[in-house]
């Protein structure tokens, strides 16, 4: 099983390297040295979390429909094609418009798309796969070894681009993302070798699937839980919101490179990944909400830094946000994954794990379009673009500090005396019946 978790690592790394040239360079170009919307680059970075429904739809058809004998590995393998190609053209379509706007946005949206499409259909495929091939005992090992694996990935991606990109023209640019976009295929093609049986049912794989109205039902029908569904919108939104907006806000506001801009990721990730194994060794001994609530005041605290930082301007104040706010989201990430375990009904594990999932990927969005709408608004009435970035920063701390709030009230116990009570049982049956 070990070989087995490692490859699903590199299928999880694989993936996550196509997210990182988008979320850590290009948004950067196309806001600074192309002058493109905020928000519109924001839209066209979200669009997997846009698409994130369909995942329901494509979990529950690969089970029915298997191809060539495997019911994962050939949608993981289209997903993965679709995610690179998605790379490999997202520089040439942000040359494009700044030249052709309306052919720009039309390309923009067909190459982003694909990117969203494949990051949708390969992670639903590889998770499924996961949770298969694991069995239920063996799915925490599992997963810490995958998003281990990612949080490196996503360091030496950002890494390496930055070299890739020293000194930054834009033939530099589109060299580096057919090189990452390669690699990542390479990697996720050795991860699959000989990964899923062939022909068998493997332990524990039955299906759950779940629509977006049953997710829905479940967080409605309990109060505990819409708290949970509410901290998670304002968290994420907040923390995960600024990813398109922390490398350009570097640039406008330090004078800082396309090369120096990109390290900011991979400066980011490393305390992210600190944080974890730090997560991971205080796990039994220290409460998780002590343990969460520690990472969300963390990357408040990193925002605050980071807003202030913009104001004195001092670059060395903004390095040192960026690496309270990867701590924090490092923290947070763990603690808050490991109550999302809890927050579960015996039997209906997947239908909860469908819905926080859901909540995520809404709040990614969420975060996203409105930190670009923020930016682009506020520049506009300023005249200053540095105050439209301050004000995203200073919102996001506003979000986060709301989610510190909210989180005091979430009660795991509650939770599960409600979840126990026969109306709310009746009606999680009935919506899974309709």
Same mark, same amino acid.
């Given at each position: 099983m070990l070989?087995?978790r490692?490859?699903?690592?590199?299928?999880h790394a694989?993936?996550?390297?196509?997210l990182?040239p988008?979320?850590?360079t290009?948004?950067r170009?196309?806001?600074?040295?192309?002058a493109?919307?905020?928000?519109?680059?924001?839209?066209?970075?979200?669009? !997997?979390y846009?698409f994130s429904p369909? &995942?329901v739809a494509?979990g529950s058809y690969?089970?029915r429909h298997?191809?060539?004998?495997?019911?994962?590995?050939?949608?993981i393998?289209l997903?993965?094609?679709?995610?690179?190609?998605?790379v490999i053209l997202s520089?040439r379509?942000?040359f494009?418009?700044? &030249?052709?706007w309306?052919?720009?946005?039309?390309?923009?949206v067909?190459?982003?798309?694909?990117?969203g499409?494949?990051?949708?259909?390969?992670?639903?495929?590889y998770l499924? #796969?996961?949770?298969?091939?694991s069995?239920?005992n063996?799915?925490?090992?599992?997963i810490?070894t995958m998003?281990f694996m990612?949080i490196?990935?996503?360091i030496?991606?950002a890494?390496?681009?930055s070299?890739?990109? +020293?000194p930054y023209? !834009?033939a530099?640019?589109?060299r580096?993302?057919?090189?990452v976009?390669?690699?990542a295929?390479?990697?996720?093609?050795?991860g699959?070798?000989?990964?899923e049986p062939?022909f068998?049912?493997?332990s524990?794989s039955r299906s759950?699937?779940y629509t977006?109205?049953?997710?829905?039902d479940?967080?409605?029908?309990n109060? &505990?839980?819409k708290?949970?569904?509410w901290y998670?919108l304002?968290l994420?939104?907040a923390?995960l919101?600024?990813?398109v907006?922390? /490398?350009?806000?570097?640039?406008e506001?330090?004078?800082?490179?396309v090369?120096?801009?990109?390290?900011?990721?991979?400066?980011?990730g490393?305390?992210?990944l600190?944080?974890?194994?730090?997560?991971?060794a205080?796990e039994g001994?220290?409460n998780?909400r002590?343990?969460?609530?520690w990472?969300?005041?963390?990357?408040?605290a990193?925002?605050?830094i980071?807003?202030?930082s913009?104001?004195? !301007?001092?670059?060395?104040?903004?390095?040192?946000?960026?690496?309270?706010?990867?701590?924090?989201?490092g923290?947070?990430?763990?603690?808050?994954l490991?109550?999302m375990?809890?927050?579960?009904?015996?039997? /209906?594990?997947g239908?909860f794990i469908?819905a926080w999932?859901?909540?995520?990927?809404?709040?990614r #969005?969420v975060?996203s379009?409105l930190?670009?709408a923020?930016?682009?608004?506020v520049?506009?009435?300023?005249? &200053?673009?540095i105050?439209?970035?301050?004000?995203v920063f200073g919102?996001?701390?506003?979000?986060?500090?709301?989610?510190?709030?909210?989180f005091?009230r979430?009660d795991?116990?509650?939770?599960?005396?409600?979840?126990q /009570?026969?109306l709310?049982i009746?009606?999680v049956?009935m919506a899974? +019946?309709n």
């Open positions: 070989r087995k490692f490859q699903l690592g590199l299928v694989a993936v996550a390297m196509t990182v988008i979320n850590s290009l948004n170009v196309m806001i600074k040295e192309l493109i919307s905020a928000t519109v680059v924001a839209i066209l970075a979200s669009l !997997p846009l369909i &995942q494509i690969s089970d298997p191809l060539l004998g495997f019911r994962r590995t050939p949608y393998v997903g993965l094609v679709l995610c690179v190609s998605g520089p379509v942000a494009l418009m700044s &030249q052709n309306w052919l720009g946005v039309l390309a923009g067909l190459a982003f798309g694909a990117w499409m494949g990051y949708n259909l390969s992670s639903v495929s499924s #796969l996961a949770s298969e091939l069995g239920e063996r799915r925490g090992k599992t810490a998003w990612m490196v990935s996503i030496i991606t890494i390496s681009l070299r890739m990109l +020293d023209s !834009p530099a640019l589109m580096a993302f057919w090189m976009g390669i690699a295929l390479i990697l996720g093609l050795l699959l070798i000989s990964l062939r068998r049912e493997v524990g759950e699937s977006i109205k049953q997710m829905a479940a967080i409605l029908g109060h &505990q839980a708290l949970f569904f998670l304002l994420l939104a923390i919101g600024q990813d907006l922390l /490398e350009p806000y570097g640039a506001a330090f004078g800082l490179s090369t120096e801009t990109t390290r900011i990721t991979s400066l980011w490393i305390f992210v600190v944080a974890i194994l730090i997560a991971g205080l001994r220290v998780k002590s343990v969460a609530q990472g969300n005041l963390g990357a408040l990193g925002f605050v980071i807003f202030l913009g104001l004195v !301007p001092h670059p060395g104040m903004f390095y040192a946000g960026v690496m309270l706010l990867g701590s924090g989201t923290l947070s990430t763990v603690a808050n490991s109550l375990f809890d927050l579960t009904v015996p039997g /209906e594990v239908l469908g999932g859901f909540s995520n990927a809404m709040s #969005l975060g379009v930190g670009g923020v930016r682009d608004s520049t506009k009435l300023t005249g &200053q673009a105050i439209g970035y301050l004000s919102l996001e701390s506003i979000l986060l500090l709301a989610a510190v709030f909210l005091r979430i795991v116990a509650a939770f599960r005396r409600q979840a /009570e026969p709310f009746e009606k049956a899974a +019946d």
